[in-house]
């Protein structure tokens, strides 16, 4: 089994970043009580900012109180947040635009692509699909009537800023699209999020590294095995090099093709590396993961001998 990484994107995308199912698990019983209590008090302190006009603070408490309700797998708090975050968010988009900001302007981009990044969290299919096309189809037309500019109109840097916030609403969408069972669409919007990001900030830039690992996994959601294996190969080895923070995720999506490629020997090496990677960053969650994974390798290679 394979886990997407994701692109370091700070609270643009992290409306659809749902914590595990063993996180999920962390609090039970008295401590679920508290954790609703200080849901409760996030929430409060959320509307409070929203009434004096700090949607930026707002985010960041929206943010921890959705944290917790996954955590406490509480479901009537996780819909309630999602409310309370796309009322702030259209609120916001409203006051912008009343105030002149045009429609292609980034910073509306990135407003709405956290209002999608919301639906696809909600599985609210239409308002997710027609977020994402808004984003990706007003970034592009900006980026095409742009490029001819002069640097005196428009600096080099602004012109990347844009080109990178299109890799951000790629990747969400491709994100989605994976989820949702769509995964030949998603390597198209993968595809995409991998040339701009590796045009812009080079090929050993951890974000492109966590690109070409997410569109190995998707084309080895497709079957496409040996295709996969390339990228994900050279996504591991530029890990490595960097000391990529998720290198251990990388190296057990490395893994996991090598046993669709058969190659299960190989396959245990990697997995054993990417287990002391997630021991030495006391990633838990990753540590589980991987052991279930080496057992099941394990009951395999067994029954084939």
């Not at 209002?115 to 909600?122: K, M, T």
């Not at 812009?200 to 496409?224: C, F, K, N, W, Y």
Request: hydrophobic content about 40%; some cysteine; proline content about 2%.
């Amino acid at each position: 089994m394979y886990r997407l990484l994701s692109w370091s994107r700070g609270l643009a995308l992290a409306w659809f970043s749902r914590p595990s199912a063993a996180d999920a698990e962390e609090q039970q019983g008295d401590a679920a009580d508290e954790a609703e209590a200080e849901i409760i008090q996030l929430l409060k302190r959320a509307k409070l900012s929203i009434m004096k006009d700090e949607p930026e603070e707002a985010e960041l408490i929206l943010h921890d109180a959705l944290r917790l309700a996954y955590q406490s797998d509480n479901l009537k708090a996780i819909t309630y947040t999602y409310d309370l975050a796309e009322q702030l968010f259209k609120a916001t988009m409203s006051y912008l635009l009343g105030g002149g900001m045009k429609q292609e302007d980034n910073a509306i981009i990135e407003i709405s692509l956290k209002l999608a990044s919301i639906y696809a969290a909600q599985n609210r299919q239409e308002f997710a699909l027609a977020g994402y096309e808004f984003c990706i189809s007003t970034l592009e037309e900006k980026i095409e009537r742009e490029k001819e500019l002069s640097e005196d109109v428009m600096s080099a840097e602004e012109k990347a800023n844009t080109h990178l916030l299109l890799g951000m609403c790629l990747d969400s969408c491709a994100r989605y699209l994976l989820f949702s069972k769509q995964p030949s669409q998603a390597q198209r919007m993968y595809e995409k999020a991998l040339q701009i990001s590796e045009e812009i900030q080079g090929e050993r830039h951890p974000q492109t590294i966590v690109l070409m690992s997410d569109l190995a996994t998707t084309l080895d959601a497709q079957g496409h095995f040996d295709e996969a294996y390339i990228y994900m190969q050279r996504a591991s080895d530029l890990a490595r090099q960097i000391n990529h923070p998720e290198l251990h995720m990388v190296l057990s999506n490395l893994a996991a093709i090598l046993i669709h490629r058969e190659r299960y020997t190989q396959a245990e090496e990697i997995y054993q590396e990417a287990l002391k990677q997630a021991e030495m960053k006391r990633d838990e969650v990753s540590v589980q993961h991987i052991r279930e994974e080496l057992a099941e390798l394990s009951r395999k290679s067994r029954s084939l001998t």
